[in-house]
Nanobody
Framework: QVHLVESGGGSVQAGGSLRLSCAAS????????MGWFRQVPGKEREGVAS????????ADYAKDRFTISKSEDNAENIVYLEMNSLKPEDSGMYYC??????????????????WGQGTQVTVSS
């Protein structure tokens, strides 16, 4: 079992920025693919961005405004989501997810078997 702890959520005005962090610990036996998902009110949870040992993957709406990265020290297993030019529609609960190995579909939630508790992001207009 991989334990994930998110941090960095909060409230910000439209146009502002937030940086989310997710630290993985526990039974990690190989390279992790780590992703961010979000659930906004009235909608299903959706993939935002993901990163494995090769490259990042972004949802179309996140490509120009969000950046996912991993800690430079791979042993730390920390992933970040830098969110810029935030919009009110970005408000929601953001979840970190992880799996061992490469995900066939990095933005599909059924590709992950470890989830954090989530961190709330609120963007006001």
């Amino acid at each position: 079992q991989v334990h994930l702890v998110e941090s960095g959520g909060g409230s910000v005005q439209a146009g502002g920025s937030l940086r989310l962090s997710c630290a993985a610990s526990g039974h990690i036996y190989s390279s992790l693919t780590m992703g961010w998902f979000r659930q906004v009110p009235g909608k299903e949870r959706e993939g935002v961005a993901s990163i494995d040992s090769i490259e990042p993957t972004y949802a179309d709406y996140a490509k120009d405004r969000f950046t996912i990265s991993k800690s430079e020290d791979n042993a730390e297993n920390i992933v970040y989501l830098e969110m810029n030019s935030l919009k009110p529609e970005d408000s929601g609960m953001y979840y970190c997810a992880a799996r061992h190995g490469v995900a066939p579909d990095p933005l599909a939630e059924d590709n992950y078997n470890n989830w954090g508790q989530g961190t709330q992001v609120t963007v006001s207009s």
